[in-house]
């Protein structure tokens, strides 16, 4: 199956968990689930949903090195976030076993926005 | 199915545009598509489309950051590449859907050249 | 099938080449292999498995650029290794053709210890 998630960000740069709308969407029980971002200047990526400061730092160190405006040449002031998506990535595959997404305690699907906030969507398909 | 495209790079670093090549190769109605890089001081990203100066902010803002020259140990002076490689990623998975690559109008699957020129391919299965 | 591998890391951080160990599990002659790290403060790339000093490079760039202390808010204090994790990836995907991981001659699977000595894991998934 492919589905898509609507996802509302609310700030500029946003790292938002979106594993348990995944996980409700898995319909087979083992395989792969690939969890997709269309948008270019937003990407997926893995990594600790327990303590919100990893998302605070990986956001905060990524504005640091590529910050908004560094004389880029792209007119629409947002090479920024096209940059931070390529580096992230566009897309996760994670492994489904008994009908579950098989990550670890620690571990959650992030989507991040880079150029927000704005409308977003994820596509999963299993 | 499992097929090649043959690229041929003109610079040390390049993003060079290959989703039309690996629509042509798109065998089936639903699934995923692997387009895989299999070079070590080069890779695939999905990124921007429609302004050829989003590919020269990433390139530029690449270079600045991982300069080619920097006390590297390794004696083939392209480790800047391989770290690159390492951040890009050897590869990206795309949705199928209808037959067709299931990407955003804006994005497009880019060959990232980091020690070119080159006579390189990418790897497409289904 | 989804298998497991054990690895135990032995600094803080390295790169573990698991090809070997990886293909000695393909029990199909076409299809994918997803090989994935269930950590946050590691990962996996795919790169060159010849000269041990690219190893060297990559992590001598990566502490470069991202020190283990610079005022992160996560109290862990290894912020440093939950963001290269985003930047290297949790996964890599590799096609199999003839019932061999199909990857060039200078490309090897690597598990990306960021906050080692542990005890960890792969999970393999074909």
Redo the contacts between chains.
């Keep these: 199956m492919?589905k898509e998630i609507n996802i509302q960000s609310t700030k500029r740069e946003e790292l938002i968990d979106v594993t348990s709308k995944v996980q409700e969407l898995i319909d087979i029980e083992?395989g792969?689930c690939?969890v997709?971002c269309?948008?270019?200047t937003a990407g997926i990526?893995?990594?600790?949903n327990a303590?919100p400061?990893?998302n605070?730092?990986?956001l905060?160190?990524?504005n640091k090195?590529?910050p908004k405006d560094?004389g880029?040449?792209?007119?629409?002031g947002n090479?920024d976030a096209?940059?931070k998506?390529?580096?992230?990535?566009?897309?996760?595959?994670?492994?489904i076993?008994n009908g579950k997404l098989?990550?670890?305690t620690?571990?959650g699907i992030k989507f991040a926005e880079f150029d927000g906030p704005r409308n977003r969507k994820v596509?999963i398909?299993t």
């Design positions: 492919i083992e792969l690939v997709f269309p948008h270019t990526t893995i990594n600790e303590d400061d990893v605070k730092d990986i905060m160190k990524l090195e590529i560094e880029y040449a792209h007119s629409e090479s096209h940059i998506t390529s580096l992230i990535g566009s897309s996760e595959t994670i492994i076993e098989k990550l670890e620690w571990q596509i398909k």
